[in-house]
């Protein structure tokens, strides 16, 4: 389901706002998500970080930029994958990135963070992200000093990392035998930018410093580079599929129609969510009906269709959707988190307790997902479980960067779960993370 974020987990919050005031928020999508793994997944095996160690994940924010942070997490702003034109692009920038991990040079900016596999470890790698992002709302106390300080520390480079990067990038490009001109194409679209100011400059600037080496540098080592294969048809297949969905969720309904020609299969997929959004739900559920009977095996075309049933009150619709898409990736997360919510929005007693089961393991197999808290909160408060439903919230809470609510959330939860249990143990990490954030 597109547009699940941890911000808020609803569509129009997305639409509503290309950065938000006191934290980043990120864009989750099975389909996309599983898109960025296709792309990237060449270029991490070439750099020895095998296809599972590193996570990606979608910035929702219009400027350009691409970062690591809190371990082994690649970030992409939204802004930066629309302006990049393919495969080949995505894949540079993910090199880049993942060369600083290879490099260790995020091993010795010390932030004494939590791990983020715990939701208080998310939500204040969150709150550090949008302090060094520049928002001034940001309730950041983690005794690294000011923004700027912030920015050095986590996310900026020196040139000498900037330059290893570059050739260590060039090598996994070329190990993946992927486009390595696609290098400095990417670095083109910032060229320039160390004249503006630095309120100006996109971010990616400020924490990747550019200079005239680094181009004469690449191009040298790459003149004599071997020449990397075209991505595969079914790359260009999924990319088309992604940028579709981005565009279609994210620009005017009407912009959308008015732009989209002829009947294919992206195309109309492009309908389908720009009828959905107007909205026009006869014409958006002929359109999605369309692909899942053109795809009736692709678990992403069940999914929109689960999106669109639940969006418009249809829980049974959405549930049957979401079956289909659960039985064909079983063990996606996300599309477990939409079969949950569509169960917990059927709401009777058996649909809530199936409910309990498929979201908590939506949420065993991803902590990042404030939507599976929320309704995990509301299907532990169905049956009575009230500390549990306290935990959940808190979790949400914390995700969200809101810790004050979070505390106030995880002393009831402490305060109704046996002492000791890993329950219990969560609500004390979120209470000690709500401390160190004030």
Do not use: C
């Not at 040298?220 to 999924?238: E, F, H, M, Q, V």
Request: hydrophobic fraction near 45%; charged fraction near 25%.
């Amino acid at each position: 389901m597109f547009a699940r974020i941890w911000q808020a987990g609803l569509l129009a919050t997305l639409l509503a706002t290309g950065t938000v005031a006191q934290a980043q928020s990120l864009i989750r999508d099975a389909e996309i998500e599983q898109t960025l793994r296709l792309i990237a997944d060449p270029v991490l095996r070439a750099a020895g970080l095998g296809t599972s160690r590193v996570d990606l994940y979608i910035v929702n924010n219009r400027e350009l930029n691409a970062f690591v942070a809190g371990g082994d997490n690649i970030f992409l702003h939204s802004g930066l994958l629309a302006k990049l034109d393919g495969v080949a692009e995505i894949q540079a920038v993910i090199a880049h990135e993942a060369a600083h991990i290879t490099g260790g040079h995020l091993a010795r900016r010390n932030l004494k963070l939590r791990s983020t596999n715990t939701a208080a470890g998310i939500g204040a790698l969150l709150a550090v992200l949008a302090a060094v992002g520049g928002s001034g709302e940001a309730a950041v106390a983690i005794g690294s000093g000011s923004q700027e300080a912030l920015r050095r520390n986590l996310l900026a480079h020196s040139r000498a990392e900037e330059a290893s990067a570059d050739q260590a990038g060039l090598n996994y490009m070329v190990g993946a035998g992927a486009d390595a001109q696609a290098m400095l194409r990417v670095l083109k679209l910032f060229r320039g930018q160390e004249l503006l100011s630095n309120n100006r400059m996109d971010p990616y600037v400020r924490t990747h410093p550019l200079w005239s080496d680094r181009f004469r540098l690449l191009e040298d080592r790459i003149a004599s580079a071997p020449k990397g294969k075209p991505p595969s048809d079914t790359l260009k297949y999924w990319h088309a599929r992604m940028v579709a969905k981005f565009d279609a969720f994210q620009l005017p309904p009407a912009r959308i129609l008015r732009n989209t020609k002829g009947n294919g299969e992206i195309a109309t997929l492009s309908r389908a969510i720009a009828y959905h959004r107007l909205p026009n739900t006869k014409k958006s559920e002929a359109a999605v009906n369309a692909l899942v009977k053109a795809r009736p095996k692709d678990p992403f075309y069940w999914d929109l269709k689960g999106q669109f049933a639940i969006e418009n009150g249809k829980a049974a619709d959405a549930i049957r959707a979401y079956r289909q898409a659960v039985s064909l990736a079983p063990k996606s997360p996300l599309l477990l988190a939409g079969l949950g919510r569509a169960l917990v929005a059927e709401g009777s007693n058996a649909a809530v307790r199936e409910a309990l089961s498929v979201l908590e393991t939506s949420n065993r197999l991803d902590r990042a997902n404030a939507q599976v808290l929320r309704d995990l909160g509301r299907a532990y408060a169905m049956t009575g479980q009230k500390g549990r439903a306290s935990l959940a919230t808190a979790e949400r809470f914390a995700l969200q960067t809101r810790f004050k609510d979070a505390e106030i959330h995880a002393k009831r939860a402490a305060g109704a779960l046996p002492e000791g249990t890993p329950a219990w143990r969560r609500a004390q990490d979120i209470l000690k993370m709500a401390a160190r954030m004030k």
